[in-house]
Structure formats: C-alpha cells, structure tokens
C-alpha cells in the first residue's frame, strides 16, 4: 500500500469482529514498531501484547470504560522504558524523549496494522497506576497507549482536518503573529 493512501485512509475503529489476528501479521505489525526513529537510537520502547479475555475487560475498565479495546482480539500495550532512555539522556530521557520515541512506534503500529486490513485506535486515555498493575510492569516502565487491533467491523467517514495555512508557518516565531 502506498504510504500517502495509508496515512490518509487510517481511521480508529472501535469495532471489531471476531477474527483472530494473524500470528504473522501480529509480528509484522510488532516489527514495524521497532523500526520507528527513537532518541539516540535508544529504542526506549516495551510492547505487551495482551489476548487474555479478563486482562482486556480490566484494560477497558481502566480506559475509562472503552468497552471496544476488549472486543479487539489483540491489544498492544505501547510503554515507555524510562531508566533506558534516562540512561542515555537524564531527566529529559525520561520525560520527553522515551514519550517521543513510543509516539513513533505507535504511529508505525497504526500503519502497518491498516495496511495488512486490521483496524486500530490509539488510546491514551487510562488511568495509567490502573493499567500499571493489571500488567504488572516494573517501576521504570510506563505505559503510554492502549491499542486494540482486529479486522473493523466499522468504516467511518474522515474526520476534518485543519488546513495546511493554519498550522504551517514559515516566518520566525515572534515576526509574525499566529492565530
């Protein structure tokens, strides 16, 4: 699939049939991950892979309630490894640039997932201690989105999108003012 296609025809789904996720398609989702950019090529980035039935109602519920992420037959779990990238950077390592870093993956996971036929959706609202202890992830490691994946059972319509002028901007900030 052609990038641009994939970028502009992604949508998050938050319906999803029964089909299983291809163990394959799992790992070629799973491998486009990693291959994202990262700080000081750090790879500041831990994946679980969740398909335990109870721990994705516990997911849900911790996600205020989005029922849809335990329907998915799969949900990745993307998390940031702060003591890895702190290793590398200090505080700014553990604060912004392992965040950084999941960002990049995420959006790969997105991707790939869309260009095998698997529909997905970010979710990063969740009580993040909740989700913490569901997976029992270690101190230093801090899970930053919930992604469900499986074959949609929706297709929305694009949501709009700001134009290019309003969000673009060639001049030094200061010189000329943004609105």
């Known amino acids: 699939m052609d990038v641009f296609e994939c970028i502009k025809g992604r949508r998050s789904i938050r319906a999803f049939k029964l089909d299983p996720v291809n163990e394959e398609d799992l790992k070629k989702i799973l491998d486009a991950a990693i291959h994202a950019p990262s700080a000081g090529n750090l790879q500041s980035w831990e994946f679980v892979v969740v398909r335990d039935e109870e721990r994705k109602r516990q997911l849900a519920r ?17 998390c940031a490894n702060l003591e890895r990238s702190g290793r ?9 640039y392992c965040i950084q870093d999941t960002a990049a993956a995420i959006q790969n996971i997105l991707l790939a997932a869309y260009a095998l036929g698997y529909g997905t959706c970010w979710v990063g609202a969740f009580r993040e201690d909740e989700a913490k202890k569901i997976l029992k992830l270690p101190r230093d490691i801090r899970p930053v989105a919930i992604i469900p ?10 949501r709009p999108r ?8 060639y001049e030094i900030f200061g010189k000329k003012r943004l609105s």
């Not at 911790?62 to 993307?78: D, G, H, K, S, W």
């Open 62 to 78: 911790a996600a205020l309630n989005q029922t849809f992420i335990a329907e998915a037959p799969v949900v990745i779990v993307v």
């Open 88 to 96: 590398g950077y200090g505080e700014r390592g553990r604060t912004l």
């Open 149 to 158: 994946i499986g074959r949609p059972a929706e297709s929305p319509a694009p």
């Open 162 to 169: 700001m134009p290019l002028e309003k969000v673009v901007h």
